[in-house]
């Protein structure tokens, strides 16, 4: 019998009653399946990853946008850890996108920037401390990369070294849950109404600032975060959305250690990419990108950084040549 029927009926095991599920993603280690009513994650890998479709729903019942856990298992009913969750109305954001006006874009845009700050605001942490599990996630992370890429071992303390000597610009940040990879291919739509915030699993508790680097990083390059199966994005950007990000995050913008922050965050998800959903050709890439763009020489380096220059473009509000919406 094959994986998926195995997979499958494990799925149905765990629903309690028989279900025809079709698959979404079917992968080595993880996969998503869909019924007409449900979605299911099963994750066949060592670490756990799908805890987060669990914790979201109980702590944020009230957000309509946020998808019921309808059961989960780590490996008691099942050999797997596997959630299911029900299946939100709407279509994928991504796949509608460059068919918008940029009226439209914009306001479900603000609504996205909407559902983050409900997501952070529903789900205080006051005596979670962002430094110290900044610390001890680098710390982790760092040390299961060196044991998978030992060749990188140097370069790997480098960059905990980065992160640990400035943990400490998170100390008092109040924490919230953070969406990492808030993007429209994580946003569920139907008639200009946001209807879904998906992909759960990387969800954390930390500072509002965590979800600045892939908000910024998508206007600048959205073919980096949308498969082309789902649409050509090659040329397109949407520097004009810039206005609205920082009118959103308006009470830490100003910030004057913003940047190194930003530089900081997006780290700490590449690490958490790079140890469990990229190959290593991709892990290398990131490595790449760290080392050249996100860790200065010295002080006075910051203003060259990827998120100091992404950060002044939204200041100028100077679109590149060639935009497309």
């Known amino acids: 019998m094959s994986d998926f029927h195995i997979n499958t009926q494990y799925l149905s095991l765990l629903a309690r009653q028989e279900v025809s599920w079709s698959p979404v993603t079917f992968g080595t280690t993880f996969s998503v399946f869909a019924s007409e009513q449900w979605i299911a994650k099963v994750n066949t890998g060592i670490s756990p990853r799908l805890r987060m479709n669990l914790d979201v729903p109980h702590r944020c019942p009230n957000l309509p946008f946020i998808p019921r856990l309808i059961a989960y298992d780590d490996h008691t009913l099942t050999p797997y850890e596997v959630c299911i969750l029900e299946r939100l109305p709407g279509e994928n954001w991504a796949t509608v996108l460059l068919s918008q006006t940029k009226e439209e ?193 010295n002080e006075s380096d910051y203003e060259q950084t990827y998120f100091a220059r992404l950060l002044k473009r939204v200041e100028e509000n100077n679109p590149p040549k060639g935009l497309k919406t």
């Not at 605001?121 to 979670?128: A, Y």
């Not at 060749?151 to 905990?160: F, H, K, V």
């Not at 915030?197 to 390059?221: A, C, M, N, Q």
Request: net charge negative.
């Open 105 to 297: 874009t914009l306001s479900l845009w603000e609504k996205m920037l909407d559902a983050a700050h409900l997501l952070w605001e529903n789900s205080p942490s006051p005596q979670k401390t962002f430094a110290d599990d900044l610390q001890k996630m680098t710390t982790e992370r760092i040390r299961r990369l060196k044991k998978q890429y030992p060749a990188w071992s140097d370069d790997l303390d480098r960059i905990e070294n980065f992160v640990k000597k400035h943990a400490d610009l998170f100390a008092n940040s109040p924490c919230g849950f953070v969406h990492p990879d808030l993007h429209p291919c994580n946003i569920l739509c139907a008639q200009g109404r946001l209807t879904g915030v998906v992909d759960l699993d990387e969800i954390y508790e930390g500072p509002k600032e965590g979800f600045l680097p892939t908000l910024l990083s998508f206007l600048e390059r959205p073919k980096m975060f949308i498969p082309p199966t789902v649409a050509d994005f090659s040329s397109s950007t949407f520097s004009f959305l810039y206005p609205s990000v920082k009118k959103a995050f308006a009470p830490i913008w100003d910030q004057p250690t913003l940047i190194c922050k930003l530089n900081v965050l997006f780290i700490r998800q590449s690490l958490e990419w790079m140890t469990n959903r990229l190959s290593s050709d991709e892990s290398l890439e990131f490595l790449h990108i760290i080392l050249q763009r996100e860790l200065p020489q």
